[in-house]
C-alpha cells in the first residue's frame, strides 16, 4: 500500500506571554532567528502566526514610552526579514492588548481573552486592524501579499454568532484555531472542543460554530491543529523527570531561552476557576496515565521522543483517511521552547522523508481552494 503524502505546516504563534510579561528578544526575536536558520539549513519553509495585537500596542505607547518603539521597530525587521526569507506570516491575535497599561517597564493587561466576548464591530475593528497592519508591512516586500489565514488567541473560535463571518468578511480563507479534545475552564480561557465534529481534515464549518461541520460550502475553511495520545511510556518518563527536578515547562517550572519561568502549567491566569489542589493533581498526574495523555501538537512542549510519537499518530490518521495526499498543521510557541537542538533534530528527520511535504499557510489556502486537498462536509466520511 502506497503511503499518503503529508503535508505538514509548521505554525508558530509569535508573541509574549498572555499577561504581556517576557524579555521580547530572549522569547521572540532570538528564537524567531534561530528557527529560520533551522528551517532554511533543511530546506523547509514555515509560518509564524505574528501576535499583532501586542505590536498595534507598543506603537500606540511609543510616543510616550520610547523603549517600545526600538522593540515595535525590531519586532518589524524580524516579520520582514523572515518574509523576505521565504516563511509566512499569518495572523494571530489576543484581545486582552485592548485594555492595556504600561509603567514602570510592565504591562497590565486587563481586555477580555475572548475575542468571541467583544461586540461583532469591535471584533471587526481589531481583526481589520491586525490584517491592514501586517499586509501594509509586507506588500513592500511581496505586492501579493495578503492576510489569509487566522488563528485565534488561547485557541477561542467557538461558539460564536459572527466571528467566522467575521473572517469572511475579511477576506480571510482559513481558521486554525481547533484543536480537537481541547478543554479549558480558567479563570480567562473558557473552551470545550472535546465533541469537535471533526479534528483531523480540513474542513467547511457551521458559520455559527466551528466545532460542527457544515452541510454546505461555506466562506471560510477549519483545519485543525492536530492532537494526538502519547503513550504511556512516554508519560512515566516524563514524571520521573519531574520528580528528579529535571521536566521541561510541560509539567514544572524551567528556563526557556534564557529566561526563568516559574510553574507555566500553574500560571495564575491558567488556572482551574474551581479546582482543588488535589483535583489538579489529578489532572496532570493520575488522569493521563489513565485515560491517555492528551497533547496538542506543539514541538515547543515537546522532547524528541514525543515529537516522534506525534509523527506515528499523524501517519496513522493519514492512512485510515485512504486520501492519497492531505494537509497537516503542526503548531510551536517560540516562548516556549525549552531547547532548540530537540527542534532541529525532528526537522532534519522529517525532511528526509518520502512521505512528507512541507507547506506555509498562504499554500495552503492556494492548494484548498484548488480543490487540491478535500474538505469535509457533513455527513460524509469522518475518521478516527
Known sequence: MTEPLIYLSLTDDWELRGNGAGDIEAIQFRPMRELVRIYNRHGVRSTFNAEVMQQLTFRKFEREFPELRALADRWDEHVTESY?????????????????EYNEGRWKLAGDWSILNYDEETAFQLLSAGKEYLENLLRPVNPNYRVVSFRAGSSIIAPSPFILSTLARLGIKLDM??????????????IDYRETEEDFLPFYPQMTDARRVSDREEEIICVPIHHF??????????????????????????????QSTENYAEEEWMEKRHASRLLRIYEKGIRPGLKGWYLTADLSRMNLALMREMLRSIRRRARQSGLKALPVIISNHSKDIKD???IDRFISEIAKAEDIRF??????????????FPIRKAGQYRLR
Open 229 to 258: 495520545y502519547g503513550s504511556r511510556q512516554q508519560f512515566i518518563k516524563t514524571l520521573a523527570a519531574f520528580a528528579k527536578g529535571r521536566a521541561g515547562r510541560l509539567l514544572s517550572s524551567s528556563k526557556a531561552n534564557g
Open 340 to 342: 532548540l537542538r530537540l
Open 359 to 372: 507547506l506555509i499557510q498562504t499554500e495552503l489556502v492556494e492548494k484548498l481552494e484548488q480543490g487540491e
Open 177 to 190: 484555531s481547533i484543536v480537537g479534545g481541547m478543554y479549558h475552564d480558567t479563570r480567562n480561557v473558557q
Open 84 to 100: 523576505r526569507q521565504g516563511h509566512d506570516v499569518q495572523l494571530h491575535l489576543h484581545p486582552q492588548w485592548t485594555k492595556a
